[in-house]
């Protein structure tokens, strides 16, 4: 197999004397999705937080495409990798035009992965549907070919048919630029349509790693991971 485009290894991160995340090792490939699965409070959240460099006393070894990945937010943002966290991050206040200008982007270009924003250009982000918020949080990401993008819940909150649209965006143009893509999911069915793979994560750590086609096989030793039960794995 080749070098991934993300590797993690021996990752530990927690707030303040509450340790979170234990000894998370995971490998994300360019132009696939690894779904991050757990139940609340897993350390999924965590884990990207700490690859983007919000925590920053998190010990362990991460790597983008071979090199170390260090610094700031800002830095590993310039470094190639984007972040969208659960809440979108969008400027209320400002139109949908104004959210991208202000990202360095422009407005047009959003078009090019959600068409059906065109009439939305000149909204403001707070009038906007939750749905056509994630769109608009999401291109932002994609936009930038980053080599990796870290997703926090992509689908919470969306319809059924909008959560469709932002997922097929989504591998589309995973696949397309080569983008690698780590997707925290709680359900196994959204995580089953979206991911090449995934990793189960239990008590700090990750017990599990599966293809897709082996998801719904293994379902009931996701839910004892879920459910903090010991797994044979």
Same mark, same amino acid.
């Given at each position: ?29 360019a132009g696939e999705v690894l779904a991050l ?6 350390? *999924? ?5 700490? +690859?983007?460099?919000? !925590? ?5 070894? !991460?790597?983008?495409?071979? *090199?170390?990945?260090?610094?700031? $937010?800002?830095?590993? /943002? =310039? ?5 969208? #966290? *659960? ?5 209320? @206040? ?7 200008? %202000? ?7 959003? %078009? ?7 009439? =939305?250009? @000149? ?17 932002? /990401? %994609?936009?930038?070919?980053?080599? #990796? ?5 992509? &689908?919470?909150?969306?319809? $059924?048919?909008m959560s469709r649209r932002v997922v097929d965006?989504?591998? &589309?143009?995973?696949? /397309? ?16 349509? +979206?991911?090449?793979? /995934?990793? #189960?994560?239990?008590?700090?750590t990750v017990r599990l790693h599966l293809r ?9 030793? #996701?839910?004892? !991971?879920?459910?903090?039960? $010991?797994?044979?794995?």
């Amino acid at each position: 197999m080749s070098r991934a485009a993300l590797s993690v290894r021996g990752l530990r991160a927690g707030y303040g004397r509450r340790q979170v995340l234990h000894d998370v090792n995971l490998d994300v490939q360019a132009g696939e999705v690894l779904a991050l699965l757990g139940r609340n409070g897993a350390g *999924k959240s965590t884990t990207l937080l700490s +690859i983007a460099g919000f !925590i920053p006393d998190a010990t362990g070894t !991460i790597l983008l495409h071979g *090199k170390p990945l260090r610094g700031t $937010p800002h830095q590993r /943002a =310039r470094a190639g990798t984007g972040l969208v #966290i *659960k809440g979108r991050s969008l400027f209320a @206040s400002l139109t949908v035009a104004e959210n991208m200008t %202000l990202a360095g982007l422009k407005p047009e270009a959003l %078009l090019e992965i959600f068409p059906e924003l065109q009439r =939305r250009l @000149s909204v403001k982000a707070g009038q906007l549907s939750g749905g056509e918020q994630q769109m608009v949080a999401v291109a932002r /990401a %994609l936009i930038r070919r980053p080599r #990796i993008v870290l997703l926090d819940e992509l &689908t919470f909150g969306l319809s $059924p048919a909008m959560s469709r649209r932002v997922v097929d965006a989504v591998t &589309t143009q995973a696949k /397309a630029d080569g983008i690698a893509v780590l997707a925290v999911e709680q359900h196994i069915h959204i995580a089953e349509r +979206i991911a090449t793979h /995934a990793a #189960i994560i239990g008590e700090g750590t990750v017990r599990l790693h599966l293809r897709r086609d082996e998801m719904l096989k293994r379902s009931d030793e #996701i839910e004892a !991971i879920y459910l903090g039960r $010991p797994v044979d794995v």
